[in-house]
């Protein structure tokens, strides 16, 4: 038996271990949802599988976000961190989709405060996935790097349930031919 095989030998942590897989970049609240298993149980399983180097983790938002060490490239895994957000990845689709938005055109898909569609753009804007463009009096949107962005989504599509990636997926491969 090898070391993973030893280390997934308990249920709970093969369980754990399958959500991390499948889900790439889930956090911890999502797998107790999913396993109703206490939170100290759950940190002592996750704790043990990254000692093991069989998971590691990002942190963004304050979050940890969890992925099977050799499943997910390291740069892939920021960029995932930040689509399982609902705001950010939306944002990320719309720009993709339809190229540059100022914030109130923008702000008119999403029902949530200025100040929270703000935020999120600022986090975009701070990880280098999006920027403003001034135009006049004005500042525009755009994704940085859309071919990256739309390969990650690609890659992991299965692991989201968002119809709007599904749709996204679909038209940039049609595009693609």
């Known amino acids: 038996m090898n070391k993973k095989d030893d280390a997934l ?22 797998i107790q949802k999913k ?33 099977v060490d050799d499943e997910v490239s390291y740069p892939d895994r920021k960029m995932l961190s930040i ?21 109130g055109t923008l702000h008119e898909y999403f029902d949530v405060s200025k100040s929270t569609l703000s935020f999120h ?15 006049g009096r004005k500042k525009y949107f755009v994704c940085v790097e859309p071919k990256k962005v739309a390969q990650v989504l690609i890659t992991y599509q299965d692991s989201f349930v968002d119809k709007a990636v599904d749709n996204f997926v679909d038209v940039w491969m049609e595009m693609k031919r």
């Open 83 to 103: 689509l399982r957000q609902d705001i950010p990845r939306k944002v990320l689709l719309i720009l993709l989709e339809e190229g540059e938005k100022n914030f």
């Open 121 to 135: 753009l600022k986090k975009l804007v701070k990880l280098k996935l999006i920027e403003g463009i001034k135009k």
């Open 9 to 30: 030998d308990l249920e709970s942590r093969k369980e754990i271990f399958d959500i991390i897989s499948d889900k790439p970049g889930t956090y911890m609240r999502e």
């Open 35 to 67: 396993l109703e298993m206490p939170t100290g149980q759950l940190e002592y399983h996750l704790r043990y599988l990254e000692d093991n180097n069989l998971i590691a983790w990002e942190s963004i938002s304050n979050k940890k976000r969890y992925f």
